[in-house]
């Protein structure tokens, strides 16, 4: 998903929080630390520099723990707070020049917010709280309705209409939040935190069912997090944010192999690499690709290059299985040695798919006495995936990290 | 010890200052009553006469019809048959010992009090909950109208009114509109943030935030101001007959001066009934109607 077309461009943002925010800047902007600012003036800073690019249609994660200023930058995209400098772009508008009305119509139209206490409206049913944007927007009552039960059987909630939300549970209460803000077609999705306080199981299911809904929908998705594992799992890009200062930003796979510094590799360390990263980013080229037709000229090739199995592929590059130096030999003394691979019973097929997650992949990785092959879609022969460098990409950092720090202790 | 000391004795002014000083402003006062005191009556003149046609109304009805009506909206209100049963016997039991005309005065006299503390003391609330400066403007006065002697400034009243209704009123709401004021405002404020932030980021409008999310969810808060400033009132009851208004109070007035202990007893228990009537009505109905609220999942 990496089309360039850029939906909102945040520039040189700040936020100072005090009585009077104008008067901190040049001090800001000379690069004074948060801390020296406080004790002199009494504000605080909140947001720092911030430039950020976000394409349409993607997920962008910006993380960060609390007190970083990430839940301050979400609320600055629909001015739920005033920056005190920087410009925030989308499809071309400045957000921070509107005036109130036209504020409220891109508020209305424009972006759509899931809160992290979900924020329903505690009394109305769960169908008016499913329409609240469109009542808003001043639709009319049956339009509004039939909408909001459509999204709410989109969210799985059919049936739970005439509730009110304190009758529901936290993860249903979400997804009602969740379908408030698909209810009102909003091109971009804020999202706060949405998932984090619910409980671990729920919440994976809730990142499942929003990737699923993403895939439908291709919205745009700012998304806030303090859980490196969520942003992995759902960004399509991830920014960092510490103490309201941009520290990074790029892809998942960016951050997780080349942190920026240790504030981020401190993050990372924790992270399940297993379930964050997918095989196409351990990959490795294909080493013994067969183009060979018949059994005894791949044996030939094989004694050739000195290995002992390869991937057969025929002229399309399509995989059609793996096969060992021993076993060519079996066959070729059978007397199969001239037959072609449709004829023979090639019993090895066993392959992964480039885009699957490295935790779903160790059983058949470990099994096999060889490198994996990885394909794509089309069942081309992308690449191969082996033990080692399975495990290497596995204990890398958290075995180089206790070993850095056992030598501290010394 | 001829002398006095600023160390012994607190300095005073010295008396003539100080009676120029209330000659000054009775004078001006009375001036102020003068000049304005008709056009002032003038202004109630609408008020009064909707006072005495709702007491007319009370008293003239037969008694039966007024029992069904009340009986009627405490049933519409809490949707108990206990309550209203309740409600019904203790009015037989207060007309029962020949209290049903004070006891209509009164309540007529109540409900037009509680209704203009509500239509004056919720928007006030409301503008104290959107402005902090308001707020610290309103909240000494309220803190003034709640623990200056009623007495006090009955005189003003009387001064620019007359003795009657009006004045009644007037002093009625001024110490019965506190809670009401405060109860609105705090309702306000204690609105889940979140959920008002919520109703910002869908584009909402403040006119929409009023009355979509904080009018409805101060609304417990703000029915216990209402229950609160109903209370009040009828504690007004007795101070309000010292200036002709009628009703229980006076006869408890007379009970005073003159020991009657029983009538005194009896008077004062059928303030005590409406009290409950009307505090039981509304709490029932408030909670019945803020259900969704309370309680449930979590």
């Known amino acids: 998903m990496s089309n360039s077309d850029v939906l909102i461009q945040v520039k040189d943002l700040y936020k100072v929080f005090g009585d009077k925010p104008e008067s901190v800047m040049p001090m800001v902007k000379a690069g004074k630390s948060k801390d020296e600012i406080l004790a002199e003036t009494g504000h605080t800073v909140g947001l720092k520099e911030i430039d950020l690019e976000i394409n349409r249609g993607e997920i962008f994660v910006i993380m960060g723990l609390s007190g970083s200023g990430k839940s301050t930058l979400i609320r600055h995209f629909n001015r739920l707070?005033?920056?005190?400098?920087?410009?925030?772009?989308?499809?071309?508008?400045?957000?921070?020049?509107?005036?109130?009305?036209?504020?409220?119509?891109?508020?209305?139209?424009?972006?759509?917010?899931?809160?992290?206490?979900?924020?329903?409206?505690?009394?109305?049913?769960?169908?008016?709280?499913?329409?609240?944007?469109?009542?808003?927007?001043?639709?009319?009552?049956?339009?509004?309705?039939?909408?909001?039960?459509?999204?709410?059987?989109?969210?799985?909630?059919?049936?739970?209409?005439?509730?009110?939300?304190?009758?529901?549970?936290?993860?249903?209460?979400?997804r009602v939040g969740l379908a408030r803000a698909l209810c009102t077609d909003a091109e971009i999705l804020l999202m706060d935190e949405a998932f984090s306080a619910l409980d671990p199981l729920i919440r994976s299911e809730m990142q499942d069912q929003l990737i699923e809904l993403q895939h439908k929908l291709n919205k745009t998705i700012i998304f806030i997090t303090h859980d490196l594992d969520e942003a992995l799992r759902l960004g399509d890009r991830i920014a960092i944010l510490k103490d309201g200062l941009l520290v990074q930003q790029g892809e998942p796979e960016e951050i997780l192999l080349n942190p920026a510094d240790e504030y981020v590799e401190a993050f990372v360390k924790d992270v399940n690499r297993a379930r964050a990263l997918t095989v196409e980013t351990v990959m490795k080229e294909p080493e013994?690709?067969?183009?060979?037709?018949?059994?005894?000229?791949?044996?030939?090739?094989?004694?050739?290059?000195?290995?002992?199995?390869?991937?057969?592929?025929?002229d399309s590059g399509s995989y059609q299985g793996t096969v060992t130096q021993e076993w060519l030999e079996e066959e070729a003394k059978g007397g199969n040695a001239d037959s072609t691979w449709e004829e023979a019973d090639l019993t090895e097929t066993t392959t992964i798919t480039s885009d699957a997650v490295l935790e779903t992949v160790i059983p058949e990785t470990l099994e096999a006495d060889h490198p994996i092959p990885v394909v794509d879609e089309e069942g081309q022969l992308q690449g191969e995936l082996s033990r080692s460098s399975l495990a290497e990409v596995l204990v890398d950092s958290s075995e180089t990290e206790s070993e850095s720090v056992e030598n501290q202790k010394v | 010890m001829a002398e006095k000391s600023w160390l012994t004795d607190i300095p005073e002014m010295d008396r003539s200052s100080l009676l120029q000083l209330r000659k000054t402003m009775d004078g001006a006062y009375r001036d102020f009553s003068r000049e304005y005191g008709d056009s002032i009556e003038a202004f109630f003149d609408p008020l009064l006469t909707f006072l005495i046609w709702f007491e007319k109304l009370l008293l003239n009805s037969p008694w039966w019809l007024v029992l069904g009506v009340i009986a009627g909206l405490a049933y519409a209100a809490s949707r108990s048959a206990k309550l209203t049963i309740g409600v019904a016997v203790s009015l037989v039991v207060v007309g029962y010992f020949g209290m049903w005309d004070d006891t209509m005065r009164t309540m007529s006299i109540i409900t037009v009090c509680t209704l203009i503390s509500i239509v004056l003391g919720i928007p006030i609330g409301i503008a104290m909950a959107r402005s902090n400066r308001v707020q610290s403007t309103v909240t000494p006065m309220l803190d003034i109208m709640q623990t200056m002697p009623a007495f006090v400034y009955l005189i003003p009243?009387?001064?620019?009114?007359?003795?009657?209704?009006?004045?009644?009123?007037?002093?009625?709401?001024?110490?019965?509109?506190?809670?009401?004021?405060?109860?609105?405002?705090?309702?306000?404020?204690?609105?889940?943030?979140?959920?008002?932030?919520?109703?910002?980021?869908?584009?909402?409008?403040p006119r929409q935030r009023l009355l979509g999310v904080q009018l409805p969810l101060a609304m417990p808060t703000i029915m216990a101001g209402i229950n609160q400033t109903i209370m009040m009132a009828l504690a007004m009851v007795v101070i309000a007959s010292m200036i002709g208004v009628k009703g229980l109070g006076q006869p408890v007035l007379k009970s005073i001066t003159n020991q009657y202990f029983t009538i005194g007893l009896l008077n004062g228990l059928a303030i005590v009934v409406l009290a409950i009537i009307f505090d039981r009505v509304s709490q029932a109905y408030g909670k019945r109607t803020q259900a969704h609220l309370g309680g449930g999942h979590e």
């Open chain 2, 157 to 205: 009243v009387v001064m620019l009114l007359g003795i009657g209704r009006i004045p009644g009123v007037i002093a009625v709401v001024i110490y019965a509109i506190p809670p009401v004021i405060r109860l609105t405002n705090l309702g306000i404020r204690l609105v889940d943030k979140e959920v008002l932030e919520a109703a910002t980021a869908y584009g909402a409008n």
């Open chain 1, 81 to 174: 707070i005033e920056p005190t400098a920087g410009e925030i772009i989308v499809e071309g508008t400045d957000v921070m020049k509107l005036n109130t009305k036209e504020l409220e119509q891109f508020r209305r139209h424009k972006m759509s917010m899931v809160f992290q206490r979900f924020g329903l409206m505690p009394h109305y049913t769960v169908l008016d709280n499913v329409a609240y944007g469109l009542k808003i927007q001043g639709v009319d009552k049956s339009v509004r309705e039939q909408k909001a039960v459509e999204w709410l059987e989109t969210v799985g909630l059919k049936g739970y209409e005439e509730q009110y939300p304190n009758q529901l549970s936290g993860g249903q209460q979400q």
């Open chain 1, 288 to 314: 013994h690709r067969i183009t060979a037709e018949t059994i005894g000229e791949a044996l030939k090739e094989m004694k050739r290059g000195a290995y002992d199995y390869g991937h057969v592929v025929d």
